[in-house]
């Protein structure tokens, strides 16, 4: 197990699961609080929204985990009420890096720090890189910010929404009380070491499972590490419960990565279907798409690598 029950203290299973929803609740109200308290302080709110989305995620992925020991109705609406929320929050904050990432790779492809192929065209990829790229990162800008004004304008009326409101109460309630099923009144180390497993051998199958074939036009090929992304964050949250030594973060920080770049890539190949851009701007964008699609291929090595430490080290 790359997370094994040494730390699990004694009781049944609800006396060890409940305490940690209750925290995670108290995180997500105590985060609202923080926002609503805010006003104009953009900074803040920023830092309460990632509060939220934090809290958000150990609940849901929690619910998910631990179904079977929980009221499966009450979990199964709460987990779809949170994803939406959760969802809505980070589009936001998600336009804002993109943009940040694929600006700053724009001026090192630029600027003269990275080697820049020839455009089909023929002469310097460098001088062509130089010429597009201001109306590159001109264009980014413009198509990243409609999309974040639009994120920010959802993520404001979900928060003024009484379907807010509703999962607002909703852990309100949980902070003090959770819906538990029968099995939960059974041993801690009885049960809840094999809801954890379970998730952890998705985890390894879809890892082993992993496409391996060079990322630079390979964007088919990112969905099954994006999932791998999302187990390895139920494993994280299922090993937060039951106590266990935390692990895995470096390769956690390499799938953040991938994902990044992959959604980059991505953007700087819907503004170069642009209609009607200069072949330079069109030229820069490729260029940037290949420069991020390269980073892709960097972050599932440097996951590789760290799960190779990791595994030997468990």
Do not use: K
């Not at 197990?1 to 609800?14: I, T």
């Not at 890539?265 to 420069?291: K, Q």
């Amino acid at each position: 197990m790359l997370n094994p029950d040494h730390h699990l203290r004694p009781g049944s299973a609800g006396e060890v699961l409940s305490p940690y929803l209750h925290a995670r609740a108290a995180d997500f109200l105590r985060s609202l609080r923080h926002h609503t308290e805010c006003g104009a302080d953009t900074a803040g709110a920023e830092e309460a929204t990632r509060g939220l989305r934090a809290a958000a995620r150990r609940i849901s992925g929690t619910l998910h985990t631990f179904r079977p020991l929980l009221d499966p109705a009450w979990a199964d609406q709460l987990r779809a009420e949170l994803a939406w929320l959760s969802g809505t929050l980070a589009a936001e904050h998600a336009c804002t890096s993109r943009l940040v990432r694929l600006v700053d790779a724009l001026g090192r492809l630029s600027g003269g720090t990275a080697t820049v192929p020839a455009p089909r065209s023929g002469g310097s990829g460098s001088q062509a890189m130089a010429v597009g790229a201001a109306r590159a990162g001109a264009l980014l800008e413009r198509q990243l910010t409609l999309a974040r004004t639009r994120a920010h304008s959802a993520a404001l009326q979900a928060l003024g929404s009484s379907r807010f409101h509703a999962v607002a109460d909703a852990v309100a309630l949980l902070a003090s009380e959770v819906p538990l099923g029968p099995a939960a009144a059974a041993p801690a180390r009885e049960v809840l070491g094999p809801q954890a497993e379970a998730v952890e051998r998705r985890l390894l199958d879809a890892v082993a499972a992993l496409p391996m074939a060079p990322a630079v036009g390979g964007e088919q090929l990112d969905g099954p590490w994006h999932q791998v992304r999302l187990l390895l964050r139920l494993h994280r949250y299922a090993g937060e419960v039951r106590g266990a030594e935390p692990r895995l973060y470096e390769a956690g920080r390499a799938l953040d990565r991938h994902r990044d770049a992959a959604e980059a890539a991505t953007a700087a190949a819907t503004a170069a279907r642009t209609p009607r851009i200069a072949p330079a701007t069109a030229y820069a964008l490729g260029v940037l798409h290949a420069d991020q699609r390269h980073d892709v291929e960097a972050a599932r090595h440097a996951f590789q690598r760290a799960w190779r430490r990791t595994a030997v080290t468990t």
